[in-house]
């Protein structure tokens, strides 16, 4: 019974290739996150929203564009990735300051 | 910048024994401290958390105690079963989001 949903759960693309991952909660939380992980890897802080702006970006690079274009919804363009980019993808939303996240199953990206 | 010491990177405990994890933090402003179980292709899970004005808490057999002065904290699993078996992940909050994550432990519980 997860809270957070994220689609899609496996996505395999090309490098010229330009593709969405979404994140959806409907808690309430006024914050979303997103994160990077790579097998046997904690997961790597990217991006954060708090109430619908843009907070944090722990200088990503420009390929990757996140938007939040309601409290419910997160969403993390893709374009020209590197096949470095491949990793498990995790959103995460929390209701505020200092208040304990809850992780989507997250996307599985693959860069051919 | 900010990180967290995370050890050991390994543990092996038999079932029904008592299994340690710890932690060290950089930011001295850091105020809340959760601890996450990942299990092999899933997401983390949040299984229990501390705020820096507490020393202490408890959750049936999992515990973590906090010692700001030395910015350390720690989880404690009694009663070690085979589904604790994963890996293990503390947690920072630095800042108002930001959360630094420890380099994670892997669990192996031995029926």
């Known amino acids: 019974d997860t809270e957070v949903t994220q689609t899609p759960k496996h996505l395999v693309m090309g490098m010229t290739n330009k593709k969405s991952l979404k994140c959806e909660q409907h808690m309430g939380h006024r914050a979303m996150y997103w994160y990077k992980q790579k097998a046997k890897k904690p997961p790597e802080l990217m991006f954060v929203y708090s109430y619908e702006k843009l907070s944090i970006n722990e200088s990503v690079p420009s390929r990757f564009s996140p938007e939040c274009p309601n409290s419910s919804l997160l969403n993390l363009h893709l374009h020209a990735l590197q096949p470095e980019d491949s990793a498990l993808y995790l959103c995460a939303s929390s209701q505020g300051y200092p208040q304990p996240q809850h992780f989507g199953d997250g996307t599985r990206l693959s860069i051919l | 910048g900010e990180n967290v010491e995370q050890h050991p990177s390994t543990l092996s405990v038999q079932e029904g024994d008592s299994a340690v994890i710890k932690c060290t933090y950089s930011?001295?402003?850091?105020?809340?401290f959760p601890w996450y179980k990942q299990e092999l292709g899933k997401r983390p899970q949040l299984i229990i958390d501390?705020?820096?004005?507490?020393g202490e808490k408890k959750d049936q057999r999992i515990a973590v105690t906090l010692n700001k002065t030395a910015k350390h904290f720690s989880l404690h699993i009694t009663e070690t079963q085979p589904e604790d078996s994963a890996v293990y992940f503390c947690a920072a909050l630095s800042g108002t989001y930001k959360y630094i994550f420890g380099t994670g432990t892997r669990l192996k519980v031995l029926a």
């Open positions: 501390i705020r820096s004005n507490v």
């Open positions: 930011d001295s402003a850091s105020n809340y």
